[in-house]
């Protein structure tokens, strides 16, 4: 079956119906990954299943650890048999590493799911992710960033993560949007 395909019908049959603001901002990632296919040649379609799926871990039936990326990526390792790059993708999207810290889980996320080593796959990933508001429209990283501080308090797990993977976030845009404007030349 076409990985697009897959991913669509796997995210939306988790998202859709609990989650539909959960859903829609996932649909709108992946358009945003459509979005960036010219730069990203061979990897466009894993990027594009990676960015409707990096979600699906706020599912309630899903959710064992209560860290999204972590518990998302569990259930596509062990349920679905999804490859590997794509469940890492998944379990490390935007800079989860830092939140997984925050939440003691550090270890448990880089023994299971290293980061891969992939850096323009990543950053698309964090480019994708960071560039789309909750309810799946572009938007800018700066107001992404503020949007997600209005939800959660400064002191919060997700409050401290943010404030500490601002620079890194923004890094990752960055260098995807010079990827883009060099490949508009």
């Known amino acids: 079956m076409d990985l697009t395909i897959w991913a669509r019908d796997l995210a939306g049959s988790l998202l859709a119906e609990p989650l539909p603001r959960r859903w829609a901002h996932s649909q709108g990632v992946a358009a945003r990954a459509q979005s960036l296919a010219e730069i990203l040649g061979d990897d466009a379609e894993?990027?594009?299943a990676a960015a409707m799926l990096h979600d699906i871990g706020y599912t309630p039936s899903l959710a064992t650890t209560?860290?999204?990326p972590l518990d998302g990526a569990r259930y596509l390792r062990d349920r679905s048999a999804a490859d590997e790059r794509l469940v890492r993708l998944v379990a490390n999207h935007s800079y989860a590493l830092l939140e997984a810290e925050e939440r003691g889980l550090r270890e448990e996320l880089e023994a299971e799911f290293p980061v891969l080593d992939h850096g323009e796959l990543?950053?698309?990933?964090v480019y994708c992710d960071m560039t789309t508001t909750p309810d799946g429209t572009p938007t800018t990283v700066d107001a992404r960033l503020a949007e997600i501080l209005t939800r959660y308090d400064c002191d919060s797990i997700v409050g401290r993560f943010i404030r500490r993977a601002d620079e890194d976030l923004r890094a990752a845009v960055h260098r995807v949007e010079v990827r883009l404007t060099l490949a508009e030349r």
Request: hydrophobic content about 70%.
């Open 122 to 125: 990543v950053d698309a990933l």
């Open 46 to 48: 894993l990027l594009w």
């Open 66 to 68: 209560g860290f999204h």
